[in-house]
């Protein structure tokens, strides 16, 4: 098949972002777009009794309503994140709200979760093998815009939906949805927690998918110390560390940095590897970390690793980069892990810090 891609980039960047965007869905789903996956037994590693065949994944936000996990797989990634879904339709921010920094390798967006709803997501995932999956996939949980019990969302995004997930993420730390950032705080975060575990009990009441936070970059010390505390306290199964920055650096220079909304790319790399070391810390390496942030390269993946995430997503730099920028970042990052001596990805988790 010729490099669809290789000939449609020029055009994908010169057209509105989020056009480009529902124009790759299109193709994948219609299995136009292909890479070039890159398996390697060092890359094989274990996370919550399940099976990864590579640690790198993709995060959510590309597949907003499970239309593609299955073509996403087939890139090269060991599992891929669905959503953020929430309970009901909605149609999100006003448009523009996605906005290609090329300049800078960044994308700021304020898409406000944008998405079809869980009863439409439990729809395709339905005719998918059932968990647990060779390949995992993951599904990311949020709340509608107008719901004021922000819990009682979530709760009906796992009766929906966890029987059908490989593992479930509770996205506290969207910038683009009024007031979800406050989930993050100690006694929201506690009482959230405890909600949707006990919906999570009644709904898979043997076996039930394991059960992640997703944390924002944008935290302070204390922050960080409050939000381990609750995740040990509570069982929680893992963190996602990072979501994307309302930080704006002083060395973005594209002209359309000043856009309101969450940044990733190239930018976060730094502070988000920065706050999931500080996880790794404050949680002493007992919980399994997902690394997200910046991520374009094997060497960023691997940095990731060595500051302590057992598995790392990536999205923004697909943007820049296209379908073979998960084969790339699998040799190469098999290649660092043989290099130093690794005989497996867990090997290397938090190397930094021993």
């Known amino acids: 098949m010729p490099d669809l891609y290789g000939l449609a980039k020029p055009l994908l960047g010169c057209i509105q972002p989020e056009t480009a965007h529902d124009l790759a869905l299109w193709a994948m789903q219609r299995n136009l777009v292909t890479g070039t996956p890159y398996q390697d037994d060092v890359l094989r590693t274990e996370v919550w009794g399940r099976r990864f065949d590579s640690p790198i994944g993709l995060a959510a936000g590309f597949d907003k309503d499970a239309r593609v996990p299955e073509q996403a797989l087939a890139l090269g990634f060991g599992f891929v994140e669905i959503g953020t879904v929430t309970p009901h339709p909605q149609p999100g921010n006003p448009k523009p709200r996605l906005f290609r920094l090329t300049e800078d390798r960044a994308v700021i967006n304020r898409m406000g979760f944008n998405g079809g709803g869980a009863d439409a997501v439990r729809g395709r995932l339905q005719r998918l093998p059932a968990p647990p999956r060779r390949s995992p996939i993951g599904v990311n949980l949020g709340k509608n815009k107008e719901t004021e019990d922000a819990a009682a969302d979530y709760v009906i995004g796992v009766e929906k939906l966890a029987p059908l997930a490989d593992y479930l993420v509770i996205n506290v730390s969207s910038p683009n ?12 975060l506690t009482d959230l927690i405890a909600r949707v575990q006990d919906a999570l009990a009644k709904t898979v009441p043997d076996g039930a998918p394991p059960l992640l936070i997703k944390v924002a970059p944008d935290l302070t010390p204390e922050d960080i110390a ?23 650096p002083a060395s973005l220079t594209d002209r359309q940095s000043t856009e309101t909304g969450g940044l990733s790319g190239a930018p976060l790399l730094q502070p988000s590897t920065e706050i999931l070391a500080a ?76």
């Open 177 to 188: 949805t009024p007031g979800l950032r406050a989930l993050q705080n100690p006694a929201a």
């Open 226 to 248: 409050d939000i381990a505390r609750v995740a040990l306290d509570a069982k929680i199964d893992g963190l996602i560390a990072t979501n994307t920055t309302i930080d704006r």
């Open 279 to 354: 996880f790794h810390k404050a949680t002493e390496g007992r919980l399994p970390l997902i690394g997200v942030g910046g991520i374009a390269s094997g060497v960023d993946a691997y940095a990731k690793i060595r500051a302590g995430a057992s598995l790392v997503q990536l999205y923004s730099a697909m943007v820049f980069e296209g379908p073979n920028l998960p084969g790339r970042v699998n040799r190469t990052l098999a290649g660092l892990l043989k290099r130093d001596g690794f005989a497996s990805v867990a090997d290397a988790v938090g190397a930094d810090h021993r």
